[in-house]
């Protein structure tokens, strides 16, 4: 989605900055950016099954140190 604001004759800058954010806000762009800037995709099954796997091998390592004292 695209907006084009053009500045008015006889305009001031400021006047024109405010009503170019003004534009932004109610149009929803600025809220959407927002929301997608931390929407990571989810992981497919391939990269949940070796997560696992390697969540399943550091606790075994872990319970190893601890049952010889090393931990």
Same mark, same amino acid.
């Given at each position: 989605?695209?907006?084009?604001?053009?500045?008015?004759?006889?305009?001031?800058?400021?006047?024109?900055?405010?009503?170019?954010?003004?534009?932004?806000r109610?149009?929803?762009?600025?809220?959407?950016?927002?929301?997608?800037?931390?929407?990571? /995709?989810? /992981?497919?099954?391939?990269?949940?099954?070796?997560?696992?796997?390697?969540?399943?091998?550091?606790?075994?390592?872990?319970?190893?140190?601890?049952?010889?004292?090393?931990?």
């Amino acid at each position: 989605m695209t907006i084009v604001i053009k500045r008015r004759p006889n305009e001031s800058v400021t006047a024109f900055v405010n009503r170019a954010n003004q534009v932004i806000r109610k149009s929803g762009i600025l809220l959407e950016a927002r929301k997608r800037k931390f929407n990571y /995709p989810q /992981p497919n099954k391939r990269a949940k099954k070796l997560s696992a796997i390697h969540k399943i091998k550091v606790l075994q390592e872990v319970e190893r140190k601890k049952k010889w004292g090393l931990n």
